[in-house]
């Protein structure tokens, strides 16, 4: 679509549409994840802690017995139980360690989900190549795992005694945008969610109004294989953040950069049009790009948080 | 001035590297990657050797039409992956310019024998400079270099070094092929005002090796580099912190400030190359248009 095509993207139109067992296909696997034990280790890493702040490498079993690992900071001072925030990674980023939610009071956790390093000793298709492994299989499309390893770290900050179960929180930019919105949507026990510029949203919009990677995978993978267009739409739709929204409840921050090359700005309003909560507010930041204008919105982010997790 | 001391064999050290470099075969493996390959340029995946010996990995993609090409050579960033072309940038661009996006030792697909970890990698060997892993680091740039300069394609007049980071300017110092430089100071710009969190991480737990560290870190410090830097530089940073480097830089150098918005300072970054390369028109992503 060229730039005289493009209509404002708070306008814009998505082309995605929602399975009929859209629901269905996730509740089942949701059923399959908790029959599934934890089996998390927790361990002290002395090289990352400091006088302030406790952090544990973390493990824990997840779907198809993929061993996913973590991040967990804490504060030393704490009294009571302390609301939990998963911090959930982009896709190139490795992960990192969550110790500025410590240092806010959070228990916080920082996963790394399979095929990220750390977690990719069974599973590892590798970047570029990790967002088009099996799209033509829902049933083994990098995603479905993927989704359920994100949702299982609130699996893993209800099993901490430090952690009040009544106050969660999800956060992430890019593709941690994206996973906040599935996690959100999968997981009733999220009290709050931010995404920033969530990546994993309007995937078949996406290869439309931009040729950047990481959307560009899809792209060079349809170049290559025209046939198999119908069956890799049929899977993102199974996939696509703008069709967890009908299932997120919680309040909900979405922001977006309206010059964003690397998630379009039409997505973003396509995912927040669909997300049920009746808290939910968008913050589109015109003259940014895929940093989402983090440099007005940080305070507004801790606030958020503050006010849905710490404030009760 | 930097508040660093330039080690006294600093010269010795880098002439130590190069002369392992020279010693040691390239010896290329290109495979056509047509996954990659669009109606803008071909693909293929670069297997080269650096110090060690160890095996090293890029993403080369060629424009389609008659060469030599200008061309960009996106090293290895700290981090564990590199793609074909940054996150963001227009893909169009693989069209006009040749690139070289390489995997350094340690990330992925240049991860056997040694895989790094993230964060971990900073600290590998970092008590000493003969050990530490930013002296292969640094070759492993200075090779995609070499390698560059086998290819008959690459336009030498127009090739330049491009990462968010200190190690343009040092390949640039090391390797004067390098005709223009967009980089910004880099974790070891001046370390001993302040270190990068993961040195921190270290120098807490082993507080007696700080010394060592340090002078380990001042080997990597583009400060004692820029007098050799003569390539055209475009410095990302903030121009006071910067100003004793880039009154160092040999080449002349533009500085510019972040806006802290990637919209503004891609828009910069890429009129700032097209402006080098005597491109009129700049190619950008849809959004930016």
């Known amino acids: ?312 | 001035m930097s508040n660093t001391s330039r080690p006294e064999d600093f010269d010795a050290y880098w002439q130590q590297v190069c002369g392992e470099l020279e010693a040691t075969p390239i010896a290329p493996e290109e495979e056509h990657l047509p996954i990659r390959s669009t109606e803008y340029c071909e693909c293929y995946t670069v297997r080269f050797t650096g110090i060690g010996p160890y095996r090293l990995f890029g993403y080369l993609s060629i424009p389609h039409g008659d060469g030599p090409f200008p061309t960009l050579l996106l090293g290895p960033a700290y981090r564990s992956v590199a793609d074909p072309l940054p996150q963001g940038d227009a893909n169009e661009k693989r069209g006009r310019f040749l690139v070289f996006s390489t995997a350094g030792r340690g990330q992925r697909n240049a991860d056997k024998p040694y895989a790094g970890v993230f964060p971990g990698m900073m600290t590998e060997g970092i008590d000493s400079p003969e050990t530490s892993i930013f002296r292969g680091f640094v070759a492993d740039w200075l090779r995609a270099v070499d390698y560059l300069l086998t290819r008959p394609e690459v336009d030498r007049s127009r090739l330049a070094a491009i990462k968010q980071d200190g190690m343009p300017l040092l390949t640039a110092a090391l390797r004067p092929e390098v005709t223009h430089v967009v980089g910004s100071p880099g974790s070891f710009y001046n370390t001993a005002d302040q270190v990068p969190d993961e040195v921190e991480d270290y120098l807490r737990l082993y507080p007696e090796k700080e010394a060592q560290v340090k002078r380990t870190l001042s080997y990597f410090d583009p400060f004692f580099f820029a007098s050799n830097v003569r390539a055209r530089t475009l410095l990302l940073g903030n121009p006071e912190a910067v100003a004793p480097l880039t009154e160092a830089i040999a080449g002349q150098t533009d500085v510019r400030q972040s806006e802290r918005s990637s919209y503004k300072d891609g828009m910069f970054q890429e009129r700032w190359i097209a402006d080098q390369f005597g491109f009129e028109d700049v190619i950008i992503p849809a959004h930016w248009q």
């Open chain 1, 1 to 312: 679509m060229s730039q005289t095509e493009r209509v404002p993207a708070d306008q814009y139109r998505t082309v995605v549409t929602r399975p009929d067992d859209f629901d269905a296909f996730w509740d089942d696997l949701l059923a399959q994840s908790a029959d599934i034990p934890l089996n998390a280790t927790v361990e002290l890493v002395p090289l990352r802690s400091t006088p302030e702040i406790e952090v544990y490498d973390v493990h824990y079993d997840s779907l198809d017995g993929v061993r996913i690992a973590g991040w967990y900071a804490l504060p030393r001072e704490r009294s009571g139980k302390l609301p939990g925030i998963v911090q959930l990674p982009g896709y190139l980023q490795d992960p990192p360690i969550p110790r500025s939610w410590a240092e806010d009071g959070y228990a916080a956790f920082s996963a790394a989900p399979r095929g990220k390093i750390r977690s990719n000793q069974q599973f590892n298709p590798g970047y570029p190549g990790l967002l088009t492994h099996n799209m033509v299989d829902r049933n083994t499309y990098t995603y479905r795992g993927f989704y359920i390893d994100a949702a299982r770290t609130i699996d893993f900050l209800l099993s901490r005694d430090e952690v009040d179960g009544e106050r969660m929180g999800v956060s992430g930019s890019s593709q941690g945008g994206g996973l906040a919105i599935s996690t959100a949507g999968l997981r009733p026990e999220v009290r709050a969610a931010a995404a920033g510029c969530p990546y994993l949203c309007g995937y078949m919009d996406s290869i439309e109004l931009t040729q950047t990677y990481p959307y560009q995978e899809i792209s060079d993978y349809l170049r290559l294989y025209p046939e198999r267009r119908e069956a890799v739409r049929d899977t993102l739709a199974y996939f696509d953040g703008i069709n967890f929204g009908p299932r997120i409840t919680c309040p909900i921050m979405v922001y977006i950069g309206l010059q964003d090359n690397v998630c379009p700005p039409e997505t973003g309003y396509a995912a927040f049009n669909t997300i049920a909560s009746e808290d939910k507010q968008m913050y589109p930041y015109d003259g940014h790009g895929h940093d989402a204008g983090s440099v007005h919105h940080g305070a507004i982010l801790k606030d958020f948080f503050k006010n849905h997790l710490q404030n009760y």
